[in-house]
Nanobody
Framework: QVQLVESGGGLVQPGGSLRLSCAAS????????IAWFRQAPGKEREGVSC??????YYGDSVKGRFIISKDNAKNTVYLQMNSLKPEDTAVYYC?????????????????WGQGTQVTVSS
């Protein structure tokens, strides 16, 4: 059974950092693209970053500030978020693609975690 469990969210001041974790079970990270999405109140869910094998991709709004990585031994994907801004405030979700194809379309991801809240505020 595929499961994704996010952790690491919280309240942080502008300019601060957080690291999100996505613990996966029921499948191997080697065979699927994993993405981080976020959804702010009243906004569409947007793709933030994804990793497929050793390839990493970022949305324009987080490029240069966020880093996605994975630990295959722990079957866990991480999102290191630096230089956080108030507009980064959202619920962050990790999701598994149907394959190793790279995509930022939420419709290509049938499996989702429960989400973790990130709030950037002074």
């Amino acid at each position: 059974q595929v499961q994704l469990v996010e952790s690491g969210g919280g309240l942080v001041q502008p300019g601060g950092s957080l690291r999100l974790s996505c613990a996966a079970s029921g499948f191997s990270l080697d065979y699927y693209t994993i993405a981080w999405f976020r959804q702010a109140p009243g906004k569409e869910r947007e793709g933030v970053s994804c990793i497929s094998g050793s390839r990493t991709y970022y949305g324009d709004s987080v490029k240069g500030r966020f880093i996605i990585s994975k630990d295959n031994a722990k079957n866990t994907v991480y999102l290191q978020m630096n230089s956080l801004k108030p507009e980064d405030t959202a619920v962050y979700y990790c999701a598994r693609h149907r394959s190793r194809i790279v995509s930022f379309s939420k419709y290509d991801y049938p499996y989702w975690g429960q989400g973790t809240q990130v709030t950037v505020s002074s």
